[in-house]
């Protein structure tokens, strides 16, 4: 927890209070996550994500010139660079914020994570390592539904060591209506039971039961390998994780679900950094 001084008097305040000031300026802290679909916004009380359709560039700026009186420290993680220079060339249009580069203020700061031992691993399965320490203390798995179903393990040393990716649910569905001729795409939804009556229960009972499977799987190993078989605290996330909460913790599992664990780790990471690292990340005009 954090502390600020109001009338006098210390309040006690959360990691979304943090102020930095940087050349004489106030700001606040913002994380924006650039993932495969979509791009994430967290700030404050303030919880956006929009699809990239026509209109996602439009949502962005018409939310920090319109929507917000605070300067922010925008710390920007992407893991889809089709889109990167896009959003930073809306965010440099709009006067009175900086836009951060988070993978090098992350590799500047490796208190908070310890991650030298692994090769090329995400930037955001390391945030959001950093970002579940803020959910549950170490160590503990992270399980991230996604386009992809990311599954990471930190010690009680804050030492990422590793995980698995396989593909998300809505990405079985789209890989199996590409490959076959009988298997339509379909939105990923609450399947009705565990098996189906027709092509579409039964495709997303599947999937459901591969993701259940495949994360109790990797999940077991996990504490068998890293944990001398402990149970450690699983944090759940990403935009399909409803679909797999009830069966892990049918199976006994300690589930804490928090949908912002990337962009808290993006908050983590700015309210930590140096002023001299905050300022050497900033980037420059595109």
């Not at 930590?272 to 300022?279: R, V």
């Amino acid at each position: 927890m954090l502390s600020h001084k109001l009338n006098g008097q210390y309040q006690m305040s959360t990691l979304y209070d943090t102020k930095i000031e940087l050349n004489n300026v106030e700001y606040g802290i913002c994380g924006i996550d650039v993932g495969n679909s979509r791009v994430k916004i967290h700030h404050d009380n303030v919880e956006l994500s929009f699809p990239y359709d026509k209109e996602w560039k439009k949502n962005v700026q018409h939310h920090f010139r319109d929507h917000t009186t605070q300067k922010y420290l925008i710390g920007l993680s992407s893991v889809n660079p089709k889109h990167t220079t896009a959003i930073v060339k809306v965010l440099q249009r709009i006067l009175g914020h900086k836009t951060l580069n988070v993978h090098s203020l992350l590799m500047r700061n490796q208190g908070l994570l310890q991650f030298g031992n692994v090769e090329s691993a995400g930037i955001d399965r390391l945030l959001g390592t950093i970002g579940a320490m803020q959910v549950a203390p170490p160590p503990l798995i992270t399980v991230d539904c996604g386009t992809a179903i990311t599954i990471n393990a930190v010690s009680s040393e804050k030492v990422f060591l590793g995980g698995v990716i396989f593909a998300g649910m809505s990405t079985q569905i789209f890989g199996l209506s590409k490959q076959t001729a009988a298997i339509a795409l379909i939105p990923m939804e609450e399947p009705e039971g565990t098996s189906g009556i027709n092509t579409k229960e039964s495709l997303l009972s599947g999937v459901v039961s591969s993701a259940i499977g495949s994360i109790l799987y990797t999940v077991e190993n996990f504490q068998k390998a890293f944990f001398g078989g402990e149970k450690v605290p699983i944090v759940l996330t990403g935009g399909e994780s409803r679909f797999v909460q009830r069966g892990l913790e049918a199976k006994g599992l300690t589930v804490r679900e928090d949908s912002n664990i990337v962009t808290d780790g993006i908050l983590r990471l700015l309210a930590d950094a140096k002023i001299s690292d905050l300022q050497d990340t900033v980037i420059a005009k595109i």
